[in-house]
């Protein structure tokens, strides 16, 4: 079965660069979570979008921006990066159309900025 | 403030052994309560409980949620060594999952 595909898996930035995570759903599933998860910490949620507008936020900076695009996926925007920012980011997706909250995560992409 | 706490923190036990996971909750708006098994790498999902009362049940391992105590435990019987993993309880409140801060069990042959 198709599951959540992130990309890229790895990255690595130095601090103030920008950088862009990409998130691809399971298909036919409308609504899109971002979490970010420091090394020995549990996930902590950022921002959702369902059907293409934000749904809720959490604990998501300034210097970052996400938003989901008409083919469902989403896009990760950080800016300004810091060394506190090198985490592994979860994206995961769940079908709220259909009123289940069961959320699929993705493998994560693993930012380190250095 | 929403709250997730998960006990114990860590468990170390020999196979064949059956071991009991706790999640205790307090949200408002609650949704669910899922739980997901985390290896080195995304968390990958077990269950979710939404009715208090109604045992989930996948193979060995099973679940249930009691909304008046508002927690929930996940059981697993007969541990193998590849049940090794941290055990992640989230709550969903609104949109957003709330992890508690996970339970390291670890099998030892």
């Known amino acids: 079965a198709a599951g959540v595909i992130q990309s890229p898996r790895h990255l690595i930035k130095e601090k103030r660069e920008t950088a862009t995570l990409k998130c691809y759903p399971i298909?036919?599933?409308?609504?899109v979570y971002w979490y970010q998860q420091g090394p020995g910490q549990d996930p902590q949620f950022l921002i959702s979008?369902?059907?293409?507008?934000?749904?809720d936020k959490g604990s998501i900076p300034d210097r970052f921006s996400a938003q989901q695009f008409s083919d469902y996926h989403s896009e990760l925007n950080m800016s300004s990066l810091e060394l506190g920012d090198s985490a592994l980011y979860f994206c995961?997706?769940?079908?709220?159309?259909?009123?289940?909250?069961?959320?699929?995560f993705g493998p994560g992409t693993r930012l380190t900025v250095t | 403030e929403d709250k997730v706490v998960q006990s114990p923190l860590s468990l170390v036990v020999h196979e064949g052994d059956t071991v009991t996971l706790n999640c205790s909750y307090e949200v408002t708006n609650f949704r669910s309560l899922l739980w997901y098994k985390q290896e080195k790498k995304a968390p990958t999902f077990l269950f979710m409980l939404t009715s208090s009362g109604i045992e989930k049940k996948s193979g060995r391992l099973s679940s249930i949620l009691d909304k008046k105590e508002l927690s929930s435990i996940l059981n697993i019987t007969a541990t193998q060594t590849g049940d090794s993993a941290i055990y992640l309880c989230a709550v969903g409140s609104g949109y957003a999952l709330n992890f508690g801060k996970g339970t390291s069990l670890l099998v030892t042959p």
């Open positions: 979008f369902y059907e293409k507008m934000q749904s």
């Open positions: 995961a997706s769940s079908s709220d159309r259909g009123s289940s909250y069961e959320q699929y």
């Open positions: 298909p036919r599933h409308d609504t």
